[in-house]
């Protein structure tokens, strides 16, 4: 099974998505399942995960409403409180959601690069792990210092790093980001998404070869039993095309085996996410 580990769905909705700029109208509209069902059947994927695109537990029900709807949405990342003081009495809620795979936060948005340290937030994390869910980390690099603490704190929570963490592909700068990504992945509880990166580069004018030093990097530092394949659609349409995304990840694959690749596009995903097979 062909997994796409790392896509959204939205309603577009001005007022709550002031993320989406005037520099990013093409996604100022509504993406939902029929239309990425097309890209999916188009590029050999069978299934894909649905992650969380606004913070309210609203958005979770969303995403799980569509999962409940459309059988190619294996799984779902949500968002809750994990700040909350009830957070284990919200988790016990959500654990009877069959496809509710785990949880993210918009770390990256958070004024604080420490935010993830906080007494409550860890206690939050803490919490997961009796329900066996996961926690997708968004950060910018400059915040991978504190996701390192963090895993560090938590060895037996799994962790999914979402788009590399974003390094600044568009100014060719992987220092410090290389030598941090190293030390993250020094923990065995933490996974890594080649995800987001058409959107970091030169969305216009961005080349193939501007990617190989970081995926040389992740791959290198992670494993390929450690790395999963993720889209990011319809965000990629910023830079790229859905295919154009498959294909970057395939070119640099080639040299794999025929199971890494099975990993990279499914399997490892599936095993950390808890995807049950058809």
């Known amino acids: 099974m062909r997994l796409d580990a790392h896509q959204h769905f939205w309603h577009y909705d001005p007022a709550r998505d002031t993320w ?3 520099e990013m109208a093409v996604l100022k509209r509504d993406f939902l399942p029929d239309e990425l069902r097309v890209e999916l059947e188009a590029n050999r994927v069978d299934g ?3 992650v969380q695109a606004a913070q309210s537990e609203e958005e979770t029900r969303f995403l799980l409403d569509l999962a409940s709807r459309h059988p190619f949405i294996k799984g779902v ?3 809750v409180d994990l700040c909350a003081e009830d957070i284990s009495e919200r988790l016990a809620r959500f654990s009877r959601e069959e496809k509710l795979c785990g949880f993210r936060h918009i770390v990256q948005a958070e004024p604080d690069d420490r935010f993830m340290l906080r007494d409550d937030f860890s206690r939050g994390i803490a919490a997961l792990k009796e329900f066996g869910f996961t926690y997708d980390i968004l950060i910018y690099e400059r915040q991978l210092p504190a996701a390192i603490e963090l895993v560090e704190r938590h ?5 999914i790093l979402d788009h590399i963490a974003k390094p600044r592909i568009r100014e060719r700068i992987i220092s410090p980001w290389a030598e941090r990504i190293r030390a993250i992945a020094r923990h065995p509880n933490v996974y890594c998404k080649v995800s987001g990166l058409v959107t970091e580069a030169d969305w216009r004018g961005w080349r193939r070869d501007d990617f190989r030093p970081y995926l040389d990097v992740v791959f290198e530092a992670f494993g390929p039993e450690r790395v999963m394949f993720g889209s990011d659609w319809p965000v990629c349409l910023l830079a790229a095309s859905y295919r154009q995304v498959v294909e970057l990840i395939e070119t640099y694959m080639e040299s794999l085996t025929v199971e890494e ?12 996410y808890g995807v049950k097979p058809d």
Do not use: H, L, M, Y
């Open 48 to 50: 894909s995960i649905a």
């Open 20 to 22: 989406i700029t005037d």
């Open 77 to 79: 990342i949500g968002w």
């Open 261 to 272: 690749k099975a990993g990279i596009f499914g399997k490892n995903a599936a095993r950390v």
């Open 155 to 159: 060895p037996e929570q799994r962790f």
